[in-house]
């Protein structure tokens, strides 16, 4: 019996340390979003005004069209990643160099591969989107400077995958915060010299270097074993494999990421990719915001499933699901009453794609943010093909809708966004029957738990967007501006997360939730 009670007193510790862990990597992404959004808040519209409708959509295009080439680089940083994050509890630190040698020496096998697609695609970018003559050079130099800067990230990515897979990421938080207000200043001072798209990726190459340094400072300072050591062949290829997975995992993410955009400058304009990227700028924080949520919880969900306790993984999951939908639907409610008065206030009227756009592009950003959820636990199983597989298919039926809504009915953003929730509805089925069978989770039992928030999720939306249409864009101009929107949407939000919060959740997941910020904020 004190047997007994020694383990389940162990066990409660070890929940609790786990549990502040995984929150305490949450509010770093948090802290250093919130940062990066408040710079992001004040240089886009200095961009918008300094560059222009035309060039800004320009750096949008090039940006998420030289995202492209990001998987060619093996992506060996995700695969090094969950497996630290299922090994974190190893002392064998020779192994552990061993995979972080096997990391390095993936990505030097992919390296003229990404350099090879990347400069092909700088080349053919002017030509793609049917560019002026007068911008080609620019162009071309403004993507081999992103490729470069794409090289090196791989690199700086190493020492942060390694914190973050022995669930230590939070040990970056001052770091993260400094480097974002560095970049921010950096594409300050390129607008302020006048220095065009050219300068302003060069600043982002020059912070891309500086964070390799600083993180691999901070990696040899917390992580004891950091370092290399020669791996066996047989370990080399098997990274090779998993890193194969990771990589065709990041070609479809980044295209169901990037593909709206790239889709929109093909079959349109370039400047209607501004208006569609301004109008999504507030709802894609939703993206970032889960994303944080798997990154700070995911590894220590890779060691739970590790130790083969599925039914605890299953609870976990279950709460991050519950909690993406909670701050999904606040949020996403909040933007579509709020978008145009928010775009009004922030970069002019005529940016502003509709009351229905933004509707749609909310609802395609929630359905994301909930797949990107089951996609993350996904990654720390390491069962990668059949998700590879559901997504590749995914994307194929978003690039036909959008020929069909775009290029045949002309629906423009509204056909865009249409394309994207037709595209990913086999995401939303099928990445739930994946963890299900990893997490012994029957389909049927998800469903039944997924009703009563959709509904609630449905109800709050279509409330929001007729509430919406009677709201001029321009009610704040005279009405206090800043402070008086910021007021408002505040309230808006409490009101919405409330309801949601109590309509929405079951009295369990409430209880559940507390009990995890208690957890949270007790003193040690």
Same mark, same amino acid.
């Given at each position: ?149 794409? %090289?090196?990230? /791989?690199?700086?990515? !190493?020492?942060?995958? $390694?914190? +973050? &897979? =022995? ?126 949520? %798997?990154?700070? /919880?995911?590894?220590? !969900?890779?060691?739970? $499933?590790? +130790? &083969? =306790? ?215």
């Amino acid at each position: 019996m004190i047997a007994r009670a020694y383990h389940l007193i162990s066990r409660f510790f070890a929940d609790e340390n786990l549990t502040k862990k995984a929150y305490l990597n949450v509010i770093n992404n948090v802290l250093t979003y919130i940062v990066k959004l408040g710079v992001q808040f004040v240089i886009t519209p200095m961009m918008v005004s300094g560059l222009g409708t035309f060039v800004y959509g320009l750096w949008q295009v090039i940006n998420r069209t030289i995202g492209y080439i990001s998987p060619a680089s093996g992506r060996p940083t995700d695969a090094l990643l969950w497996i630290i994050a299922r090994n974190q509890s190893s002392n064998n630190f020779e192994q552990k160099r061993q995979y972080m040698t096997s990391a390095i020496i993936v990505w030097a096998i992919f390296l003229p591969l990404m350099v090879v697609c990347g400069s092909v695609i700088a080349w053919f970018i002017p030509a793609w989107f049917d560019i002026p003559s007068e911008y080609i050079s620019m162009v071309r130099i403004t993507a081999l400077i992103l490729i470069a800067g794409m %090289v090196m990230q /791989v690199l700086s990515e !190493l020492p942060q995958s $390694i914190l +973050r &897979g =022995e669930n230590l990421g939070y040990k970056r938080m001052g770091l993260t915060l400094f480097l974002t207000l560095i970049g921010g200043l950096g594409t300050w001072a390129a607008l302020a010299l006048n220095t065009g798209l050219i300068g302003i990726a060069a600043m982002s190459v020059f912070t891309t270097v500086l964070n390799a340094c600083l993180y691999l400072i901070l990696a040899r300072k917390y992580i004891p074993w950091f370092g290399v050591s020669r791996p066996p062949r047989s370990q080399v290829k098997e990274f090779l494999g998993l890193s194969g997975w990771f990589m065709a995992w990041n070609l479809v993410w980044t295209s169901m990421f990037a593909t709206d955009v790239v889709l929109l400058g093909l079959f349109t304009s370039v400047e209607l990719v501004t208006v569609y990227t301004l109008t999504k700028y507030v709802p894609e924080i939703l993206i970032n915001i889960t994303q944080f949520l %798997v990154a700070g /919880v995911g590894p220590g !969900l890779g060691g739970i $499933i590790g +130790r &083969g =306790e599925m039914k605890r993984a299953a609870d976990l999951r279950g709460e991050m699901l519950a909690i993406s939908w909670l701050v999904g639907t606040a949020v996403g409610v909040t933007v579509v009453i709020w978008n145009n008065a928010f775009l009004n206030l922030w970069v002019g009227a005529d940016k502003f794609a509709g009351s229905l756009a933004s509707l749609l592009i909310v609802v395609a950003v929630f359905q994301f943010i909930m797949i990107q959820n089951d996609a993350g636990v996904i990654d720390v199983t390491l069962r990668m093909s059949k998700k590879v597989i559901l997504g590749t298919i995914s994307i194929f039926i978003t690039i036909a809708s959008a020929i069909l809504f775009i290029k045949i009915l002309h629906l423009d953003i509204i056909g865009i966004t249409l394309a994207l929730i037709l595209g990913r509805l086999i995401l939303s089925i099928g990445y739930p029957m994946i963890v299900g069978n990893a997490l012994l989770i029957s389909f049927k039992s998800q469903l039944m738990s997924a009703f009563r928030p959709f509904v609630i999720t449905a109800l709050m939306l279509v409330l929001g967007y007729q509430i919406a249409i009677l709201i001029p864009g321009g009610i704040f101009t005279g009405f206090g501006g800043w402070v008086s929107f910021f007021m408002i949407a505040a309230v808006t939000f409490l009101l919405a997360i409330f309801f949601a919060f109590f309509f929405g959740l079951t009295s369990g997941q409430r209880s559940s939730m507390l009990q995890r910020v208690k957890i949270v904020l007790r003193p040690r």
